[in-house]
């Protein structure tokens, strides 16, 4: 059976509220889906997410992304803005550290040799794409790895001038946080949109 997972950073209390609350105010008066929240789809920059075989250990796999990845206790990423991402998504960018890439490359050797191939969306379409989220795409099924990696927590999607339009009016609108403090891994079941819709595990940065 095919299992729709991933693997993400997931931000402190206090930058969960935040990003909550951001998805809000970016939206205005228009929705942004799937809606974030505490107890429903939790904000999370995603490291890597798609289709598993039943051969997955989930456990086993976070534990050796947690060892391999050598991160702090706690991952202060600058963001670089509100951005618009075709067709109709709305992110929060965050600066592509080298940690970051580092954590994602340990992930995919934890995750790739599991991966659904099959499963893999052939019909997408692609034409916005660039070359190398294409790239992305058709090798790991997943539109942001390798030079096509792009840190960000998605505040959702919209009709696609709707997207645009907030986006657009966010400068001198909408106060964005200029650091976002994120303190644990999580690996968890994907729902509307890519959403963080069920934690199936979570683990510190580094633990003690």
């Known amino acids: ?22 998805q809000r105010e970016v939206g205005g008066g228009q929705t942004l889906r799937p809606p974030l929240s505490q107890d429903g789809n939790l904000p999370h920059m995603t490291v890597f997410q798609g289709p598993f075989l039943d051969s997955l250990d989930t456990e086993a796999a976070l534990e050796h992304v947690v060892r391999a990845a050598g991160m702090p206790e706690r991952a202060d990423i600058p963001s670089t803005g509100i951005v618009y991402q075709p067709t ?14 580092q954590v994602q490359k340990v992930a995919l050797e934890a995750l790739s040799p599991h991966l659904d191939r099959s499963a893999f969306d052939a019909s997408k379409d692609v034409s916005l794409f660039s070359d190398s989220e294409r790239e992305s795409l058709s090798r790991y099924g997943y539109r ?65």
């Open 1 to 22: 059976m095919t299992r729709w997972l991933g693997i993400a950073l997931l931000p402190n209390a206090e930058h969960q509220d935040a990003a909550i609350r951001l």
């Open 88 to 101: 109709g998504w709305v992110f929060l960018a965050l600066r592509r550290l080298p940690l970051l890439e």
């Open 144 to 208: 942001y790895t390798g030079d096509a990696y792009a840190p960000h927590i998605t505040l959702g999607r919209a009709e696609e001038s709707v997207a645009r339009e907030m986006v657009q009016s966010v400068p001198g609108r909408v106060d964005v946080p200029e650091t976002w403090v994120f303190d644990r891994f999580s690996f968890y079941v994907m729902g509307e949109h890519g959403a963080h819709a069920e934690t199936l595990l979570t683990r510190a940065l580094n633990p003690l």
